[in-house]
């Protein structure tokens, strides 16, 4: 693995109790950055700190439902109250509402203030936090399904479409304050969220078909351009939705 030189650096990561979140939680924290790990599940995102303080790192846990307003801004002062600043944020807590109709309002609902709202307040927050220090990085999670469609699910679609556009603008709001905002778009990772889909050995296999390098992403693998894209190594780099997806849409 590879430490992109946080030393100093303080990183936010919502959604951070398992799968992406957690794997970008421990990246973040291998290359220096002290992590705050925010979730709804309290014992897995504990889970998190103590995996990253048993490999060295610096971490402490936020509950932050990111669909609630004040507790987005509480994460963002917990940041700051305890570590002094915020320098990146990984905005990737998500919910895919497989199976549920999601033209019922309810559902629609759901998936909008979770994955599109929650990311909105996520970065208006964190944004005034980083302006106090000068700049700073954030990386939102979109997903394969911000850029192309999938006939089954209108507001993941949507609200992942939604993240993509939102990450524009918002990186071209602070472009000349240096915060550098990006997305990135995955394809089918192995993660609890498609556990279901992995443990069905036909669905399995017509993902796989549909994935040119014939496999589900590891979470690792997004949590590496994750950081990446929060580094220095990064710093021309914004606007930008980052596709990971095996190939999956490069046809
Ligand atoms: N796994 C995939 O194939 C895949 C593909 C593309 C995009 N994504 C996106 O990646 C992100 C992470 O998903 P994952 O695959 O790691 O799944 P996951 O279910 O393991 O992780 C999602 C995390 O978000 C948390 N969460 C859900 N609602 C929340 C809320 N209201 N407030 C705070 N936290 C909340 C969950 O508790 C969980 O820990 C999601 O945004 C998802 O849409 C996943």
Redesign the pocket.
Same mark, same amino acid.
């Given at each position: 693995m590879i430490n992109y030189g946080l030393d100093g650096k303080v990183a936010l990561v #919502?959604?951070?109790?398992?799968? !992406?979140?957690?794997a970008a939680a421990q990246a973040f924290a291998r290359s220096g950055a002290r992590v705050l790990v925010?979730?709804?599940?309290d014992v897995?995102?504990r889970e998190t700190v103590s995996m990253i303080e048993a490999a060295g790192g610096r971490a402490a846990y936020q509950r932050?439902?990111? @669909?609630?307003p004040d507790?987005i801004k509480a994460m963002v002062a917990r940041a700051v109250d305890t570590w002094g600043r915020l320098d990146c944020a990984f905005n990737?807590?998500?919910?895919?509402l497989l199976g549920r109709d999601e033209f019922e309002d309810e559902n629609w609902d759901v998936a909008i203030s !979770?994955?599109l709202t929650?990311v909105m307040r996520c970065i208006r927050e964190e944004a005034a936090a980083m302006l106090e220090t000068g700049g700073g990085a954030i990386v939102n #999670? @979109? @997903?394969?399904?911000g850029l192309v469609g999938n006939p089954n699910q209108p507001g993941?679609v949507a609200s992942?479409h939604g993240v993509v556009g939102l990450t524009r603008q918002a990186a071209l709001k602070w472009a000349q304050q240096g915060i550098r905002v990006n997305a990135v778009?995955?394809?089918? !990772?192995?993660?609890?969220? #498609?556990a279901p889909i992995a443990a069905d050995p036909k669905l399995k296999a017509v993902i796989d078909s549909m994935t040119p390098m014939g496999r589900?992403?590891k979470?690792e693998e !997004?949590a590496e351009a994750v950081v990446w894209l929060c580094s220095e190594a990064a710093s021309f780099v914004t606007g930008h939705p980052m596709v990971i997806d095996g190939g999956a849409i490069a046809f």
């Open positions: #919502t959604g951070a109790s398992g799968g !992406i979140g957690r925010c979730d709804v599940k897995e995102g932050c439902d990111v @669909s609630n507790d990737n807590a998500g919910v895919n !979770i994955n929650g #999670t @979109s @997903s394969i399904n993941y992942k778009c995955p394809g089918v !990772i192995e993660t609890p969220m #498609t589900f992403g979470p !997004i």
